[in-house]
């Protein structure tokens, strides 16, 4: 199985066309996304991409790991993030989002995986992707993991 990160941030003039806008920057607009939580399968492969760039038709359905923040708090600095890790066992991921700074929202996913792979009894490199905006007006940033069955 092959799971797509990607991205997007945005402005807009309300929070949801923010997010719509934030995900077709990332090419995972015209999809109903189905969450999942945190479990990447064993042998999978993650890749970095940004932007999804697979044909599906308008509306089919895509499972993702998504972690989205919108605000309208002008110069208000959020981020978004997801971290990940992969062990011969399987692997994780653990999204965090917020009124925060890039720092801080990589610190939390560095201590989220730890304390998660420590539970499991497992060890790896942890990666992440991180996207952060200060808001002008209304604005989202969106990473997410898209599954590839």
Known sequence: MEINIVWGKSEGKTLISSFDKALIEAGI?????IPLSSVIPQGSTVR??????????????LYVVISSFSSDKSNTQISAGLGWVQTK????????????????CEEEISRGL?????????????????VSHKVREIANVTVAAAYDF
């Open 29 to 33: 607009h015209n999809f109903n996304l």
């Open 114 to 130: 730890k304390e998660m792979m420590s539970a499991r009894g497992w060890k790896g490199e942890i990666k992440m992707r991180v």
């Open 48 to 61: 970095d991409v940004g932007t999804y760039k697979f044909f599906h038709n308008i509306g089919d359905i």
């Open 89 to 104: 066992e399987g692997g994780l991921f653990i999204e965090s989002k917020g009124e925060y700074s890039r720092k801080e």
